[in-house]
């Protein structure tokens, strides 16, 4: 289990950090981690009370939950004004989708089954799809004229909600919280400094917000374009197709996404492939010059 032999890899994990640390080190790797994100609650939550309200007056066909946190922040967030049991019979009364097995189990706590659920890797993509196998099924799923909720995890998702619009849906986004950089720039500035000398050989993102994080310091740094230069020599492992996306907004192409989204899968992979990676990009090993 020493895939990685040494060489130097970045992670810019937050919540999880010691945790990913040890799987580096576990795998023969030099870990370095840099929080890049905080989970902070919006100032104000008039837009997540305002969508209660609608809900509970009927004017909804549709709720999408994207994420578990975001569904049970909702629940939170409809208690300080409405009873439980009338925020769920709301729920029951419309169509509920979710992107995947964390928000199906947040809405089984408080006994609502998904009508529809995005299969692996949970992408919006995979949203989108399911929604349209669903509308061939049954003309009752069809989006032309529906009323669609969409609980948003942290930044939103246009592509998602371009996609709703596009099938005839009236899109209404759920704002329940939101990603904020961290209190201390410390790390992730360092961290920048070290992807643009050249001085990590892995970078591993486990989330899409890490990338828009990374390159809004590296910009304010005035390292944007040195960042870019830097990961492509690195070996930059993505979590998943969502991430990998971020990154291609960026201009970084993710060398290599994990079987499963999951960090375990990541980490172990990234240190079983990081040996031929190197040899195909062509670039010697930081660490080790």
Do not use: C
């Not at 809900?55 to 967030?77: I, P, Q, S």
């Not at 704002?175 to 070290?194: C, E, F, I, N």
């Amino acid at each position: 289990m020493s895939g990685f032999g040494g060489l130097r890899v970045l992670a810019l994990e937050s919540r999880r950090a010691p945790e990913l640390a040890k799987l580096i080190a576990t795998y023969g790797g030099e870990p370095i981690v840099a929080p890049s994100m905080r989970e902070v609650p919006l100032e104000s939550n008039n837009e997540a009370l305002a969508f209660v309200k609608r809900l509970l007056a009927g004017e909804f066909d549709m709720v999408v939950f994207l994420t578990g946190v975001g569904a049970r922040a909702l629940l939170g967030v409809a208690e300080t004004a409405h009873e439980h049991n009338e925020y769920v019979a709301a729920l029951q009364s419309v169509k509920v989708v979710a992107r995947g097995p964390k928000p199906v189990a947040a809405l089984r706590e408080i006994g609502i089954t998904p009508a529809i659920t995005a299969p692996e890797p949970n992408t919006w993509h995979e949203l989108l799809r399911a929604l349209d196998e669903a509308s061939k099924r049954s003309e009752e799923s069809d989006l032309k004229g529906k009323r669609v909720a969409v609980q948003e995890y942290g930044a939103s998702n246009p592509e998602l909600l371009a996609g709703l619009r596009e099938r005839g849906a009236q899109v209404t986004r759920v704002p329940v919280y939101q990603w904020a950089l961290p209190d201390d720039l410390g790390p992730l500035r360092s961290a920048v400094t070290a992807i643009a000398e050249g001085t990590v050989d892995v970078v591993l993102f486990t989330t899409a917000v890490q990338a828009i994080h990374l390159f809004q310091i590296a910009a304010e740094m005035k390292l944007e374009e040195a960042v870019r230069k830097g990961l492509g020599r690195t070996i930059v492992a993505s979590i998943g197709p969502t991430t990998s996306e971020e990154l291609e907004r960026h201009g970084i192409r993710a060398d290599l996404e994990p079987s499963h989204p999951k960090m375990g899968f990541l980490v172990k992979e990234t240190s079983e492939q990081a040996p031929g990676l190197f040899r195909r990009k062509g670039q010697g090993i930081a660490s080790a010059g």
